[in-house]
């Protein structure tokens, strides 16, 4: 059974730095695609950014374009997002995603594979 389990979620100062990871397990092939969201209590999952691993091209929303970046290492199932400059309004739940389907990659419905979040709380 395939699962994502995300980590290195906290609390940190505006202006600090966190890395996230999503360790993913029970696949036997691949992974085309990866993405991250966030989610604020009351709102719609944001798409923040994505990697698809065939063509090693990566997206980004323009929330965090310049400040997060997202790689992965594909021998050990593992995708981050390296938080930089963080802000008060970064707060949120963050979640880790696989495998888009159907839509656009900012879109949670569309993966097939999705983890249960961490929490990241950025203070002023």
């Known amino acids: 059974q395939v699962q994502l389990v995300e980590s290195g979620g906290g609390s940190v100062q505006a202006g600090g730095s966190l890395r996230l990871s999503c360790v993913a397990s029970?696949?036997?092939?691949?992974?085309?695609?990866m993405a991250w969201f966030r989610q604020i209590p009351g709102h719609e999952h944001e798409g923040l950014a994505a990697?698809?691993?065939?063509?090693?091209?990566?997206v980004y929303a323009d929330s965090v374009k310049g400040r997060f970046t997202i790689s992965h290492d594909n021998a050990k199932n593992i995708v981050y997002l390296q938080m930089n400059s963080l802000k008060p309004e970064d707060t949120a739940f963050y979640y880790c995603?696989?495998?888009?389907?159907?839509?656009?990659?900012?879109?949670?419905?569309?993966?097939?594979?999705r983890g249960q979040g961490t929490q990241v709380t950025v203070s002023s």
């Open positions: 990697i698809f691993t065939g063509r090693g091209t990566t």
């Open positions: 995603a696989a495998d888009l389907l159907v839509g656009s990659w900012y879109e949670f419905g569309g993966y097939n594979f």
């Open positions: 029970g696949y036997r092939r691949e992974r085309k695609s």
